[in-house]
């Protein structure tokens, strides 16, 4: 279906960076009918990055988070309206008061929630989570009325960097993970000892490869038992535990929900030629890597995805083309710029391409199959620079399959390309025939 005439609606299901660049995207593209975004939030799309940074140390305010749109985008928004229920089969979603609200192409992009740890009490007003702004400004008014130790739970970014920033604040912090090295997934093992280094030396006391046995509320304090017998007591309590597809209200719906939305290689979900998704809560295959769909939980990627995937609604699904990005993401933690590009967890091997990473500035290579498929700089933004087009160049396409996998594949075998994006002919080879979309419906 092409989406185009001044008589139809696009409705954006998501008012955060996705939604918002997806909607920017609409209009560049032409598209001159009705648009509607739909957010839970109230606010309009903003800087969720400064949430763990600037904005706790009050060097930003919610003020200055608000993001710029780059075109007019003559949209009606909807905030503070969570998205009940959607029917695809009438174009409908399902607004709260029994509103329904007919759509001719659609863009989900709810992103994740966080994560509660199982056990934690979730209610408990030292105990916080951070994904919005809402749960920013309870954790930094609570970082202001207190002057105890902080406990930060997990050992991803969030985490990491909540810890750093808790500390420049003068705080004591324990951070508490249960692998024994921070980011291993995501960077590896080197770099996540070298990670462990940086924060012990900033003076962040590290608990790794354990986990809270116990929650013991106190008077002031938040009690907990850890597995190697440590008892924690903490004034204010941060949960940084990962995050959960936005995908409740899709239950029901038809679209294939398993850690997040499953997508085609164009970013349409798999049974829908009229819905696309974008950001955090896509899971879609990037042809440049293999044919394994996987969530990407990134700035740069929410912006590319949002973009990517307003042209390929309008296009229609036949005529659409894969998206097929390399994966850019930054973090900052104790005045360090770390910067990534590709896929690091992919990697099976490293390699120093520039500098010493390991002792604190350089850039490590990450490889599979021989094949440099990822990138970690630490302080080294031009070097990183110069690699990551050396990666982008060779897009390695994946022999073609019938449909997309929910499980991973078995190893493939890749033939460089000298295009960036992967061909028609493997994209055809992805699209669903009438099999597997009675599959689908009959998976839910
Ligand atoms: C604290 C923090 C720090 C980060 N730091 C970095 C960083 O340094 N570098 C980096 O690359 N990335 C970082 N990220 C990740 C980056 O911000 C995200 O990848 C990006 O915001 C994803 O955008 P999105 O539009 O997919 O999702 P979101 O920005 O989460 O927007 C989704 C929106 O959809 C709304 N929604 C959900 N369900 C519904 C519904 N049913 N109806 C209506 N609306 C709904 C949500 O309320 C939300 O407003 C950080 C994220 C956080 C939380």
């Known amino acids: 279906m092409t989406v185009r005439s001044k008589a139809q609606r696009i ?22 009918g009705e648009l509607v975004i739909v957010g839970e939030e109230k606010q309009r799309p903003y800087q969720r990055p400064a949430l763990s940074k600037q904005f706790l140390t009050g060097a930003l305010r919610a003020g200055d988070l608000a993001l710029r749109s780059y075109v007019e985008l003559d ?25 329904e609200l007919r759509y001719d192409g659609l863009v989900i992009a709810t992103g994740v929630q966080a994560r509660h740890l199982d056990g934690a009490p979730r209610h408990d007003p030292r105990v916080h989570v951070l994904r919005g702004l809402a749960d920013a400004v309870a954790l930094r008014d609570a970082l202001l009325g207190s002057s105890g130790p902080i406990a930060v739970l997990g050992g ?27 980011l291993e997934r995501a960077l ?25 046995r116990r929650w013991i509320p106190q008077g002031w304090s938040m009690g907990m038992l850890l597995s190697d ?33 499953l997508c085609g290689p164009t970013c349409h979900a798999v049974g829908a030629s009229d819905i696309v998704v974008a950001g955090d809560v896509a899971r879609w295959p990037n042809l440049r890597f293999d044919a394994v769909p996987r969530r990407v939980e990134h700035w740069l990627n929410a912006v590319e995805m949002g973009r990517a995937a307003a042209e390929n609604l309008l296009a229609g699904q036949q005529s659409a083309t894969p998206f097929t990005p390399l994966p850019r993401f930054w973090s900052e933690q104790h005045g360090v710029r770390l910067q990534a590009a590709g896929m690091p967890s992919l990697g099976e091997d490293t390699v120093r391409l520039a500098g010493r990473p ?6 490590a290579g990450y490889l599979r199959d021989g094949r440099l498929v990822g990138l970690v700089g630490q302080e080294s933004p031009r070097g990183m620079l ?27 075998r890749f033939t460089p390309m000298r295009q960036p994006a992967a061909s028609r002919a493997s994209l055809a080879s992805w699209q669903l025939g009438r099999a597997a979309r009675s599959q689908v419906r009959a998976n839910n």
Request: overall charge positive.
């Open 11 to 32: 409705v954006v299901v998501g008012a955060g960076l996705a939604g918002l660049r997806a909607a920017e995207r609409l209009r560049e593209q032409g598209f001159d």
């Open 75 to 99: 949209a009606r928004w909807r905030l503070g309206t969570p998205v009940h229920r959607l029917e695809p089969a009438r174009h409908v979603l399902h607004l709260p008061g029994g509103e």
């Open 156 to 182: 991803g970014f969030t985490s990491c960097e909540v810890a750093a920033t808790c500390r420049s604040l003068g705080r004591e912090v324990h951070l508490v993970s249960r692998s024994p090295l921070l």
């Open 188 to 212: 590896g093992g080197a770099m996540g000892a070298r990670l462990g280094e940086l924060h012990r030396a900033h003076g962040v006391r590290l608990a790794l490869g354990v986990e809270v």
């Open 229 to 261: 017998g440590q008892l924690l007591l903490a004034e204010c309590v941060v949960l940084a535990v990962g995050g959960v597809p936005a995908v409740d209200w899709l239950r029901g719906s038809g679209l294939v929900l398993e850690d997040g939305i």
């Open 358 to 363: 390991e002792r604190g500035a350089g850039i």
């Open 386 to 412: 110069h690699w990551t087009s050396a990666l982008a160049k060779p897009a390695p396409q994946p022999q073609p399959q019938s449909q997309p996998q929910s499980q991973p594949l078995p190893r493939q």
